[in-house]
């Protein structure tokens, strides 16, 4: 999709070639960003995980490349689209926003400007000061959202230990399948917690440790997203506003 980051020009260019021209850009942009859109959509909900938090980041130049021309061509349509899809409050959007906010910056020297980027940094600093206004942490609180997808039982003793503040550990005897099914569970999620198998009796104990980097994390969230938030309001008046302390 790295061409969508180069699509502006195109569409310059036939714009410039009269009212067909710009029909012919108007059709282009529209295709471009329901490809775009229906590859994007997936990705933007679910649990916060190294792939999910990576992938968003690659795409900022082509929405910015896509805003871009669709502000030039005049495409409200698209404009409002774009804008429609950054105001979904998650950190996945955020991270996809803010990419292609900083990304206009970088394309051209009036990328960045009209109502479709406004739109998008006013919705991504709301979301950012909403996220930072939650109560931080407690140091006693051990508590982890569970992941979603399984409703079996082995899973419901999952989520119930995870949901647990005080719980940090558990001992939990179980058959090697139930064992492969929550370590890969814990895995997939990419959960702070540690999973190791005590091979004593029958059946086998599979030894599960919440860690540390349960509040590492956190904390480095709660930094990226005020740098985000800080970055955004210092680059524009639409996200600008009082920062949270």
Known sequence: MDWLGRIAPLCAALVATGSDGRATAHRVLEHAWDLFADKVRPWLTGPSTSSR??????????????????????????????????????????????????????????????????????GCAEHLRAALARPRRARGDWSIEPPVGCDCQLCETLAA????????????????????????????????????????GRPYTLVLAKTEALFDTERLTREHRQADLTWITENWTAGSDVLPN
Request: proline fraction near 5%; avoid cysteine.
């Open 53 to 122: 938090d990576t992938w968003p980041i690659g795409l900022g130049r082509p929405l910015a490349g896509i805003l871009t021309a669709a502000t030039e061509t005049e495409s409200a349509g698209v404009i409002d689209e774009a804008v429609r899809l950054g105001r979904n409050t998650t950190d996945q959007t955020a991270l996809l926003v803010v990419s292609a906010l900083r990304a206009a910056k970088e394309i051209s020297a009036s990328s960045g400007q009209g109502p479709g980027f406004d739109g998008l940094a006013a």
């Open 161 to 200: 230990f995870l949901r647990d503040q005080a719980s940090r550990s558990l001992e939990w005897p179980l058959a090697k399948a139930g064992r492969a099914h929550i370590r890969s569970r814990i895995d997939a999620a990419e959960l702070p917690v540690r999973h190791q198998t005590r091979r004593q």
